[in-house]
């Protein structure tokens, strides 16, 4: 079981760790855990990106088509594999090279089709504001937690779907790996192109176990009423062994199939029932942050109401929600705070210090008040 600071930390990951601000995109809180750093985020940081095939010693490329940047046909670069575990370099085989700008050196992704060349070039067309900038270094972190992220997502999603659970590997990868960081408004747009049998498809095969979470959330954008069943069939199962996995995917979903009326019944059936986990209130508030963000088919306002409800039921957990709250400029917690810091439920540090953000962040003079006073208690 997480630590209560790991999971505040889980849930600013939504809001404040992930580069928050107007109008800013944030990318899916739920999905981005599958992924540490893409190969999608180191392309789109590489001032070269070519297709090359290798010469004989295998560990030297020759480069036969650029896609980003400007290295001259014909050039062979030494490029180390991305992977301990890559395969040896197969002769007659395109390969997948980016350059480290700072560095200068050149990274081996393995084997992709030739044919991917145009829609690698559309792909990093839609975060090309990094192209402007100075050499940098490989990101050492999913640079969405770290950075403002520049990419384009609405046309970044629509080039990425066709491409998911690809034939070809790599292509897959690329495509996997830029869902699981897409803000889940961007998912939305998908809609009219995903196929949810396919997405059936996948959530069943164990092999893919790993990227359940996302594929969760587009069946619940792209499903129908059998779908709804499903989901709900899944949640009572996991309801009954306190399972958590997958659970903020499958809670998003249902959500997303059912709308508000679901909004309730979570609140209910895990935010309010004293017997659920600590995971499983973690699930169940990602889920409602990522609809919150999304603006979709929930209201913010709506999971305003619920967070302000947690707040009230769950008093010793309530800066769980505080950053979400300070992000949102959702001022409507003032006076809930304000009484949780004048109870001292709140009994860790991260909680105490998330909640005295959105204290001061406030423009209520009695949220400064209280933040202030409580400060002087503590010293």
Not at 59 to 70: L, P, S
Not at 152 to 178: C, K, T
Not at 269 to 281: C, G
Request: with cysteine; charged share 20%.
């Amino acid at each position: 079981m997480r630590s209560v600071p790991r999971l505040a930390a889980a849930l600013l990951g939504a809001a404040l760790v992930l580069g928050a601000g107007p109008g800013r995109a944030l990318a899916c809180a739920i999905c981005l855990s599958a992924v540490s750093v893409t190969t999608g985020q180191k392309l789109d940081a590489a001032d070269q990106v070519a297709l090359a095939t290798p010469v004989s010693d295998g560990e030297r490329f020759r480069i036969v088509e650029a896609v980003k940047g400007d290295a001259p046909l014909g050039t062979i670069v030494e490029a180390s594999a991305d992977r301990a575990e890559a395969a040896p370099s197969q002769a007659g085989k395109s390969y997948l090279l980016a350059r480290n700008g700072l560095s200068g050196r050149w990274t081996n992704f393995g084997v992709i089709g030739a044919g991917n060349a145009s829609w690698l070039r559309e792909f990093l067309k839609t975060n090309d504001g990094l192209a402007k900038a100075p050499p940098r270094a490989w990101p050492v972190a999913n640079t969405v937690q770290a950075t403002p992220d520049s990419t384009n997502w609405p046309e970044r999603i629509l080039l990425i779907a066709p491409h998911l659970e690809s034939e070809d590997r790599l292509a897959a990868e690329i495509a996997f790996g830029e869902l699981s960081r897409a803000p889940y408004e961007s998912m939305r747009r998908l809609k009219p192109v995903l196929d949810a049998d396919r997405i059936r498809g996948w959530i069943k095969d164990p092999a893919l176990s790993r990227r359940h979470d996302a594929y969760f959330l587009l069946l619940g954008i792209a499903g129908g009423s059998d779908d709804v069943a499903m989901v709900e069939e899944r949640l009572a199962t996991a309801r009954a062994s306190h399972d958590a996995t997958h659970l903020a995917a499958m809670l998003a979903a249902d959500l997303e199939l059912s709308g508000p009326s679901r909004v309730g019944w979570i609140e209910e059936n895990y935010l309010a029932d004293r017997s659920r986990s600590l995971p499983e209130i973690e699930a169940a508030l990602l889920a409602f942050n990522v609809h919150g963000g999304a603006g979709g088919v929930v209201s913010r306002q709506r999971i305003v109401d619920a967070y302000r409800s947690f707040i009230r039921t769950r008093t010793p957990m309530a800066g769980f929600v505080a950053p979400t709250l300070t992000e949102w400029k959702a001022w409507d917690a003032v006076p809930d705070y304000v009484e949780v810091l004048r109870s001292n439920a709140v009994k860790d540090p991260a909680g105490q210090f998330a909640i005295l953000v959105y204290l001061r962040d406030s423009p209520d003079g009695r949220a400064h008040a209280a933040a202030t006073a409580f400060t002087a208690q503590a010293n």
